[in-house]
């Protein structure tokens, strides 16, 4: 438990510095071209690029970057670029799905609400993932891709 709340401790820190976007930020900062090793899916900021085909860029209004972390332990938590998240995962073989999952209620401008709520489903339909390039693909049961992100940081 106690790395757990490390992890999000630090992740909380990270946000309110600024690392992923911070509010002075109209733009997303890109990431530094992927290592040519991948990452360990745990333990690594991966920032959300694309939900069911569509781009994730920043939008107006957007304040936090549109971010998960998955910490050992079955936890995670994340920015849906406007609001945080957190709950518990299962990962086993390959096999990924997404239990619990908490959300702050924080209104905000129609494009992130609706950016927001289609995540929020997708991320409902997770069964699976790979990892490609510095990226981490999340699929739904029939293997279809419905959620990719990129390694933008390792904790």
């Known amino acids: ?39 360990s899916i745990l333990n690594t900021a991966w920032r959300v690029v694309e939900v069911n085909g569509a781009k994730t860029g920043f939008l107006p209004g957007q304040k936090l970057d549109f971010y998960l972390l998955l910490s050992r332990g079955g936890q995670f938590s994340g920015s849906t670029g406007c609001n945080h998240l957190s709950g ?13 999952l908490l959300i702050t209620r924080i ?11 289609m995540f929020l489903d997708a991320i409902r339909k997770v069964a699976s993932y790979s990892t490609v390039d510095g990226r981490l693909r999340l699929f739904g049961t029939g293997g279809q891709k419905i959620i990719e992100l990129v390694a933008v940081r390792k904790f």
């Open 107 to 117: 209104a905000c401008p129609s494009p992130l609400m609706e950016r927001e709520r």
């Open 88 to 100: 518990s995962y299962t990962m086993i073989a390959g096999r990924l799905s997404f239990g619990s």
């Open 1 to 39: 438990m106690g790395k757990n709340r490390h992890a999000i401790t630090v992740v909380l820190w990270a946000l309110s510095t600024g690392l992923f976007g911070g509010c002075s930020s109209e733009k997303a900062v890109q990431p530094a071209k992927p290592a040519a090793s991948v990452p």
